[in-house]
């Protein structure tokens, strides 16, 4: 851990429980050792050696989505994540991420980086389609839109993520001509692999190094303004956890709010929809990037089509998570379709890869993803 020790890191808790409320791993189990407090307790007693690493406390650790809502929530400024992750690092260092969570990362980041498709296509057609969480595969040929000039400086690079380049490649596509049409030279450059959160917080940080030194090599080729990122997961990653002094990294709603705020919505859009839709807040957007007003800015424009949910409810995706807890993963998951229920809207609209997978899998609602809602090939000021 770079700036502070998991014991000074765990020392600030003042056990106050503060956090439980914010906890979708908590709010579904109830038990206090599924709780941060305990977690951050575990953690510390793991880090001062009064426990050794066994088989409980191991599935502890790894109970936990690493979504930020109890650092957000936390009075007492604990950084949580960064905690979790060193503690899984240090714990299993990937060598104890049981078989089914390996499959799956394997299959996100191992096989399909290197276009083997078929066995995660073929997977898609069986039984463990859910418990892998393996979309239905979308088609779209992204080397068509892949390359870069390494004369040119370019306004953004565009990282789309492993979601979107590999399981909805045709939202690669649309998000960069989204940015196009609003005026903005984008780069897609060929080579980009997994920004490698998923497995820096499975704690597998030997092959997180691996991909930020491929990624970063790619980066190093080009001339470019700002990264943008439609993943905030992404974004932690690339702020905390990669070496880009100087460059700009921005969520995609994150970048439209603050570069292209009079980029128009499309109204027809919303007018297809049977109903009022809302909007998910992804855990990393608003709990840990902090963006909330950003979307909105946006998504008000529909007038009363657009009903808010503030309860901020976890989809229960966190990744690899739900592979390895499907039945918590679940009940968080069936809390927010309650919440939907509640609010009475015929379609959601969401800004994170993982969401958009989870909802879109498992809701009967239909999911858009938060580029569907502009005008398509329309100019306006940068
Ligand atoms: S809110 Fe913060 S200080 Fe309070 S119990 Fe949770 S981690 Fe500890
Ligand atoms: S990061 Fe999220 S899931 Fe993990 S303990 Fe904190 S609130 Fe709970």
Redesign the pocket.
């Known amino acids: 851990m770079a700036e502070k020790t998991i014991s000074e890191i765990a020392k600030?808790?003042?056990?106050?429980?503060?956090?439980?409320s914010?906890c979708p791993v908590y709010q579904a189990e109830l038990t206090e050792p599924n709780?941060?407090?305990g977690k951050?307790n575990l953690a510390k007693a793991l880090a001062d050696g009064r426990l050794a690493p066994n088989p409980r406390n191991r599935s502890l650790l790894y109970q936990c989505l690493v979504c930020g809502g109890?650092?957000h929530?936390?009075?007492?400024?604990?950084e949580?994540n960064a905690m979790m992750i060193e503690q899984r690092n240090r714990t299993s260092g990937g060598r104890s991420i049981p078989w089914l969570k390996k499959a799956a990362l394997f299959l996100y980041q191992g096989f399909i980086l290197r276009r083997v498709l078929w066995l995660p296509r073929l997977l898609a057609r069986t039984p463990l389609k859910r418990r892998l969480s393996l979309p239905a595969f979308q088609n779209a040929d992204l080397k068509m839109i892949a390359g870069g000039d390494r004369e040119k400086e370019y306004d953004v690079l565009l990282f789309p993520g492993c979601v979107f380049t590999y399981f909805y490649p045709h939202k690669t596509v649309e998000i960069k001509a989204l940015l196009e049409g609003l005026g903005l030279s984008v780069l897609y450059p060929e080579g980009l692999q997994c920004c490698g959160f998923p497995y820096l917080s499975q704690g597998w940080g030997e092959k997180f190094a691996k991909l930020k030194d491929k990624n970063e090599a790619v980066f190093r080729r080009f001339r470019f303004r700002q990264i943008v990122v439609p993943c905030s997961t992404g974004v932690l990653a690339f702020r905390k956890y990669y070496d880009l002094p100087g460059t700009e990294i921005l969520e995609l709603s994150e970048f439209l709010y603050k570069h292209c705020p009079q980029a128009a919505v499309d109204p027809s859009w919303a007018e297809r929809l049977p109903g009022p839709f809302t909007y998910h807040d992804p855990c990393h957007n608003l709990k840990s990037l902090k963006l909330r007003k950003e979307a909105r800015h946006f998504l008000e424009r529909f007038g009363d089509r657009f009903r808010d949910d503030d309860s901020g409810l976890c989809c229960g995706f966190g990744g690899i998570f739900k592979v390895g807890f499907p039945a918590v993963s679940k009940k968080i998951l069936n809390k927010k379709a309650a919440k939907l229920d509640e609010l009475g809207v015929s379609a959601v609209v969401t800004s994170c890869p993982g969401c958009y997978l989870q909802l879109k899998e498992n809701l009967d609602v239909p999911v858009y993803f938060f580029s569907d809602i502009f005008k398509r090939q329309v100019k306006s000021e940068k």
Do not use: H, I, K, N
């Open positions: 600030l808790c003042a056990d106050c429980g503060t956090c439980q914010a709780s941060p407090r951050v109890c650092e929530a936390c009075p007492q400024g604990v949580f």
